[in-house]
């Protein structure tokens, strides 16, 4: 049987507050936060636990060292990636039953390696104002989350 919520995944997260709101998050709508890599903190942070609040028991929480064993371990699933600056507009993408939504550290996003990959759809939110590079990675994936459980109405 598929897996058939989508999943957050965070790459090298490095601010504990937007961990924690992106855990908030993910406990609100069930959905499983999967932190991958180095991290930019502690699990014990105190300003992490606080951006999640008494939520912490609601949230499905994973830890992968490595983000190619992580892709390699569910080489059969799709995994969807994020990117400020290229990748189709999130209002023109499908999501489907049990993509993993793959979001990069706030400072530099995912990696290049990861990006140049053809065979991995890249998405996009877009932004109006030039001048504004990105929005802050706990609003960013709230949503495409939020967009992509729209879409399955999940």
């Known amino acids: 049987m598929s897996h058939k919520r989508p999943r957050v995944v965070l790459v090298d997260p ?7 709101n992106i855990a908030r ?6 959905i499983e936060l999967h932190l991958v890599g180095t991290l930019g903190f502690q699990l014990t942070d105190r300003y992490l636990k606080r951006a999640g609040l ?12 490595d ?4 892709l390699a371990a569910h080489s059969n ?6 990117s ?5 507009c999130l209002w023109d993408f499908e999501f489907f039953a049990g ?15 990861l990006l140049s990959q053809s065979d991995r759809p890249t998405v996009t939110i877009p932004i109006a104002q030039p001048a504004v590079r990105s929005l802050n990675l706990s609003n960013a994936v709230a949503v495409v989350l939020y967009e992509a459980l729209r879409q399955l109405r999940a």
Do not use: M
């Open 14 to 20: 490095e601010i504990p507050p937007n961990t924690g």
């Open 25 to 30: 998050t993910c406990g609100a709508t069930s």
């Open 54 to 65: 008494d939520y912490w028991e609601h949230v499905q929480l994973h830890y992968h060292p």
């Open 67 to 70: 983000l190619k064993e992580l």
């Open 77 to 82: 699933e799709r995994f969807v990636l994020t």
């Open 84 to 88: 400020a600056r290229r990748g189709i």
């Open 99 to 113: 993509d993993w939504l793959v979001f990069g550290s706030e400072s530099r996003g995912l990696p290049d390696w």
